[in-house]
T-cell receptor, first 114, second 115 residues
Framework: AQSVTQLGSHVSVSEGALVLLRCNYSSSVPPYLFWYVQYPNQGLQLLLKYTSAATLVKGINGFEAEFKKSETSFHLTKPSAHMSDAAEYFC????????????FGKGTRLHILP | DVKVTQSSRYLVKRTGEKVFLECVQDMDHENMFWYRQDPGLGLRLIYFSYDVKMKEKGDIPEGYSVSREKKERFSLILESASTNQTSMYLCASLSASGTGTPPLHFGNGTRLTVT
């Protein structure tokens, strides 16, 4: 069975500092991996996705994530945090056989300190 | 632009009431989903549908049912609402065509309170 684990339900970084949100996955088959972001009072929107074309994936708003098979990880990073990045971030996984069944992690709330 | 619309932003219902949550998408997507979101638990899949009149249970279907009579509309039904169903409910849709897993498109959510 597939699953994702997000380390840290809350992460705080200073404005301008590096953002690192951790995600580890478990999948018996090569996965598709996603990061979604949820701003206050909104639904989720896709930040980026990994589908095997390249291990380093660039997304919107300056975010990127690197797929590391050996570590079963797909951590999300951004070099310099902005106040507008404050949101909840969800890592998600689906498999290539049943790619409509998407499993979400528990989420990490990112706080940006002035 | 892609749009998933949930009919109510906030809803307050009493225990035992029958509750309908409505979701409409304008993208001609085949697949539609209902999730509930609770603090510390992330999103959990309740039901999904891959075609009109087709449905499949997700991870937490107990206490819920769904209806998909038209392609664009997917309804979540709480047969007899209980306080433990107080939550944020998110509807999403997905195109079944194409390759490489297109993204889920989400509505803005319905925050349901059962008193």
């Amino acid at each position: 069975a597939q699953s994702v684990t997000q380390l840290g339900s809350h992460v705080s970084v200073s404005e301008g500092a590096l953002v690192l949100l951790r995600c580890n996955y478990s999948s018996s088959v090569p996965p598709y991996l996603f990061w979604y972001v949820q701003y206050p009072n909104q639904g989720l929107q896709l930040l980026l996705k990994y589908t095997s074309a390249a291990t380093l994936v660039k997304g919107i708003n300056g975010f990127e994530a690197e797929f590391k098979k050996s570590e079963t990880s797909f951590h999300l990073t951004k070099p310099s945090a902005h106040m507008s990045d404050a949101a909840e971030y969800f890592c998600a996984v689906s498999d290539r056989i049943r790619d409509d069944k998407i499993i979400f992690g528990k989420g990490t709330r990112l706080h940006i300190l002035p | 632009d892609v749009k998933v619309t949930q009919s109510s932003r906030y809803l307050v219902k009493r225990t035992g009431e029958k509750v309908f949550l409505e979701c409409v998408q304008d993208m001609d997507h085949e697949n539609m989903f209902w999730y509930r979101q609770d603090p510390g638990l992330g999103l959990r899949l309740i039901y999904f549908s891959y075609d009109v009149k087709m449905k499949e249970k997700g991870d937490i279907p107990e206490g819920y049912s769904v209806s998909r009579e038209k392609k664009e509309r997917f309804s979540l039904i709480l047969e007899s609402a209980s306080t433990n169903q107080t939550s944020m409910y998110l509807c999403a849709s997905l195109s079944a065509s194409g390759t490489g897993t297109p993204p889920l498109h989400f509505g803005n959510g319905t925050r349901l309170t059962v008193t």
